[in-house]
């Protein structure tokens, strides 16, 4: 490894030179000013030229560490070879000379070099730590320069950021300029609406006193409105009769016409054999073109009694076969009476409530079969006869289910049922002959949370069996003592309209489980309307004939005028 210039060094070490006074003498010979060559001192010996004693021109050399070079007359011949082994002399001395020069400045630099490795250690140990410290230095430049970096994106996404929140400010403010005007509109039309109010209210309390008023007048009316309703159905008659011909069914002549809408002719053959039209007047007569709806319409006035709280009554009698329970019960396509009463009852019951009335209602349906009242929203397995009681003058059955309907659909589902359980049978008159009477029961419960008036009113609907001749009907066995049950209610059912119209103290409702059954609807405080089934067929003449008188007695009854019980 080569040294240092100690001008280079002397520029990077804040040291004076060494002190080289304290080299000892031996490498003091001769002074060391420069490391390099170029600036090595030399020892230059001393060279003198003597001018000759004699006059003759001669030249004296004497060289530095040399012998003197003899002097010679320019006029003398030159002897060469003497010259020659001068020079060779003199080059000799010159290069011992060298050689000791040579090992001085070898000598003098081993010293220096003695002198310098201490200081070289310490430079190489500086220098060491300087590159430490620069290496240092440049990872710390580098980190400043990233963190540099860093800075300058974040500055650059906080510039965005502060360019966005400016926007945003100008925008907010400007919304809010536009908020404050809007506000002050707002109040502006607070205050209107306010003053609007004021006005309103006015109004509404004028229209509230108005509203009172024809509250009261409207209840009032409805009062009169059931009066003159009532009064309309007393002078009909409390027990109303409506006769309906059913279509005949073999091509033998058609025995019954139907006139005026409220007499019935029927052409029979007297015991003289002679051809004779007899004529049954009732409230209402229906030729075999009358549709359910029609016969409908007609009754729906007693529909409105049950709800005004009477007790109200709808039953069909007649022959087997004549049309009772289609009238009554009707088919899928052709509901008859009593679902149709039943949706009009929901019907008004909403039309009701636009008058602060609620209603509770309550379902039952039983039928009397050989005397004996089973539940038919029973299973018939399941079914056990129902004992009647009485509470106070009113018949009750205790056991039967009573279910609290809310919507006309829940009634037909518990038709539908019944209708399942009743016991029908064959016989020789009718495919499908019914072997009982069903009783379809509603109670009425009314309420006006206005005047707090409340109505107990009730609607059975009832379809008889039909009667039969026993010589006809072919009945044997069970379908012979099913016959003479029904005959027998219905025989008891006719002998309790006679006591009615006849005005008999004693009336005998109890001979039978129908007529004890029915006394709520047959008795002064009810109204009762009675539909007589017959048929047009030739055949069933005498059984039309039969029919149509029994109906003519219950039309002549007179059971006084119906009571509304309301509280």
């Not at 001395?93 to 001085?104: F, G, S, T, V």
């Not at 009909?236 to 033998?252: A, D, H, I, S």
């Not at 009463?341 to 909403?350: A, L, R, W």
């Not at 059984?543 to 006084?560: D, M, P, Q």
Request: aromatic share 6%; with cysteine; proline share 3%.
């Amino acid at each position: 490894m080569s040294l240092p210039h100690s001008d280079d060094l002397y520029k990077h070490i804040a040291q004076p030179p060494p002190d080289f006074s304290k080299v000892p003498p031996l490498f003091r010979s001769t002074p060391l000013m420069r490391h390099h060559n170029a600036s090595k001192p030399r020892l230059i010996k001393e060279t003198t030229v003597t001018k000759p004693q004699n006059n003759t021109k001669h030249t004296s050399l004497k060289l530095s560490g040399s012998k003197p070079i003899p002097t010679f007359n320019k006029q003398a011949t030159f002897d060469t070879s003497e010259l020659t082994k001068l020079l060779g002399e003199i080059m000799e001395e010159k290069l011992q000379q060298l050689k000791k020069d040579e090992i001085e400045r070898t000598e003098v630099i081993g010293g220096n070099q003695v002198l310098a490795n201490p200081v070289q250690n310490e430079l190489k140990r500086e220098l060491e730590k300087v590159e430490s410290e620069l290496k240092l230095n440049n990872e710390k430049i580098k980190n400043i320069e990233m963190e540099k970096q860093s800075i300058l994106f974040e500055n650059e996404s906080l510039k965005n950021q502060l360019n966005v929140l400016k926007r945003t400010v100008e925008t907010t403010n400007g919304n809010w300029e536009m908020e404050k005007q809007m506000n002050v509109n707002a109040q502006n039309k607070i205050q209107e609406l306010l003053e609007t109010i004021q006005s309103l209210n006015k109004q509404n309390n004028f229209l509230q006193s108005e509203l009172e008023k024809i509250e009261d007048k409207l209840i009032h009316s409805e009062k009169e409105r059931r009066k003159l309703h009532n009064e309309v159905m007393e002078l009909k008659g409390n027990v109303r009769v409506f006769c309906r011909v059913r279509p005949p069914l073999k091509n033998e002549g058609i025995s019954v016409d139907v006139t005026d809408n409220n007499a019935v002719i029927v052409n029979s053959i007297n015991f003289s054999g002679k051809k004779e039209k007899i004529k049954f007047g009732f409230d209402r007569a229906f030729d075999s073109d009358s549709t359910q709806q029609d016969i409908f319409e007609e009754i729906s006035q007693l529909v409105q009694s049950s709800l005004d709280g009477y007790q109200t009554c709808i039953f069909a009698y007649g022959q087997t076969g004549s049309g009772k329970t289609y009238t009554m019960e009707g088919t899928n396509d052709k509901p008859g009476m009593i679902p149709l009463t039943v949706h009009k009852i929901f019907t008004t019951i909403e039309e009701l409530k636009t008058l602060g009335w609620q209603f509770k209602i309550n379902v039952k349906y039983v039928e009397i079969y050989n005397n004996n009242i089973f539940d038919l929203l029973v299973n018939g397995e399941e079914s056990k006869k129902l004992q009647i009681k009485y509470n106070g003058p009113l018949v009750i059955l205790p056991e039967a289910n009573v279910i609290e309907v809310f919507e006309a659909e829940e009634v037909d589902h518990l038709i539908n049922i019944a209708t399942r359980n009743r016991a029908v049978a064959a016989t020789k008159c009718n495919a499908q002959s019914s072997r009982s009477h069903s009783i379809f029961m509603m109670d009425l419960c009314g309420r006006n949370i206005g005047s707090n008036e409340q109505r107990f009113g009730g609607l059975t609907l009832v379809d008889l069996a039909g009667s039969e001749r026993l010589d006809e009907s072919g009945a044997k066995g069970e379908r012979l003592e099913e016959t003479k049950n029904i005959n027998k209610s219905l025989s008891a059912l006719g002998d309790v309209i006679v006591a009615i119209a006849n005005k008999d103290s004693h009336i005998p409702y109890r001979n039978s489980k129908l007529t004890e059954l029915l006394q709520n609807c047959l008795g002064s405080d009810s109204k009762t309307l009675m539909f007589v089934n017959i048929s047009s067929d030739q055949q069933d003449t005498l059984e039309t004939i039969s029919s149509l008188r029994f109906a003519t007695k219950v039309n002549t009854c007179v059971i006084g005028t119906a009571k509304r019980h309301v509280q």
